[in-house]
């Protein structure tokens, strides 16, 4: 077969395949990559009455070499990833989606959007991801997980800086295998995103008759 009749062949089946070569169609050594996803933090059991007002969430800026779908690994000062998996989306997406569902779930605030949804809002949370990554010591056991971020809550009516906010977190997974290791991401990442909850929150409540001021209330 020829390699242009090949390559047409290719071109035909791409709504099928996500990848084409000019050898056989179906034939491949290169494993398929094992996606993870993580779920939000579970709802609070005993919430009180949400704060009345709408708090959009950011998509986050990550530190140099966490802004991709691969998970990160540091070891010392090297970093690296895990190989033969990654993230469902881009680790941007995974830790904004994270917020807002997590927050949401608490209960916290009238409503809680990522900000690209466009929902007229109160606040913003201006997201940065420090950390996102399995650590490594060198004893080379199980990875213990490391997230930390840092929040500016931002008043939308005069684009006013209210508060900066930051959470750090870490769990060790149970083992060094993967299916552990996203769970102590999760383990991690709820209690980051908690902590960061409340802080908004507390922020927020001293900052209502402000709020009211530059509405004109």
């Known amino acids: 077969m020829s390699v242009r009749r090949a390559f047409a062949l290719c071109a035909l089946s791409g709504a099928l395949l996500t990848a084409c070569s000019t050898g056989a169609l179906f034939d491949s050594d290169t494993p398929v990559p094992t996606s993870y996803v993580l779920a939000p933090a579970p709802p609070a059991q005993n919430p009180g009455t949400p704060i009345p007002v709408d708090v959009s969430v950011s998509r986050p800026d990550l530190a140099s070499g966490l802004d991709t779908d691969r998970i990160a690994v540091l070891k010392g000062r090297q970093l690296d990833y895990y190989r033969g998996v990654r993230w469902g989306s881009r680790a941007l997406e995974v830790v904004q989606n994270l917020v807002v569902d997590s927050l949401h779930e608490q209960q916290l605030f009238r409503s809680v959007t990522p900000e ?102």
């Open 116 to 217: 690209q949804s466009r929902v007229a809002g109160d606040y913003v949370l201006d997201l940065y991801v420090r950390d996102f990554q399995a650590e490594y010591a060198p004893r080379d056991g199980a990875p213990t997980i490391h997230v930390a971020m840092i929040g500016r809550l931002i008043r939308v009516s005069d684009r006013k800086l209210v508060a900066t906010v930051s959470a750090n977190a870490r769990a060790e997974a149970a083992a060094d295998r993967m299916s552990a290791v996203a769970a102590a991401f999760e383990r991690a990442a709820h209690e980051a995103i908690l902590d960061l909850g409340r802080q908004t929150a507390a922020a927020i409540t001293q900052n209502r008759s402000a709020l009211a001021a530059t509405r004109g209330d």
